[in-house]
């Protein structure tokens, strides 16, 4: 090679190879190994061999993907409802994506994330004002908390008794 050349870039010899060295950076769900892989340019029956083998291989699997995705939303202050919705763009099943985040977190812990963050959000401001609790409340309802998760942290930050949301 004379100087000033780059090397070139080889073409991974296979589907399987490109998929065993994607999977290798994160976990990824079928669709997205399959969309990767057929953008790369890759036959779509080479592609569909290769995703079967690394699933029977278990080097690829939506469930453990769903459960990483979820624990590394959550624990960036996402709340269920937005990572249902995030699981969901996957193409991952309802139950897949509800067991992902029931192992992300339990339902009491979802309480305690949503009153860390909006502690965190609140800083030095009044709770019991009622601008600062609807700005709260909008923040967390945007990170994807239930209503009722919100109803409750707005009520234990006011030390006031927890606000009814609406029916």
């Known amino acids: ?9 080889r073409r991974p010899a296979s ?45 690829q699997d939506d469930a453990r993907f769903a459960e990483a995705l979820a624990r590394a939303r959550a624990s960036s202050g996402r709340g269920p409802l937005r990572l249902k919705a995030e699981l969901a763009q ?5 139950g897949l994506a509800e067991r992902a985040i029931e192992a992300a977190e339990g339902e009491k ?11 965190r959000r609140l800083r030095s401001e009044d709770p019991s004002d009622p601008r600062v609790r609807r700005r709260l409340a909008d923040f967390l309802l945007r990170r994807g908390f ?22």
């Not at 090679?1 to 870039?9: C, H, S, V």
């Not at 996957?90 to 309802?94: F, G």
Request: proline share 4%.
């Open 90 to 94: 996957h193409r991952l099943s309802e």
């Open 146 to 167: 239930p209503q009722a998760v919100v109803w409750e942290v707005i009520g234990r930050l006011g030390s006031l008794p927890a606000l009814d949301g609406p029916d």
């Open 109 to 119: 812990a979802w309480a305690e994330r949503a009153l860390a963050l909006a502690s």
């Open 15 to 59: 589907a399987l190879t490109r998929a065993v060295a994607l999977l290798a950076r994160r976990e990824h769900s079928a669709l997205e190994l399959k969309r990767k892989l057929l953008e790369r340019g890759f036959a779509a029956d080479e592609v569909e061999a290769a995703l079967a083998r690394l699933g029977e291989q278990g080097l």
């Open 1 to 9: 090679m004379t100087e000033g050349e780059q090397p070139k870039r």
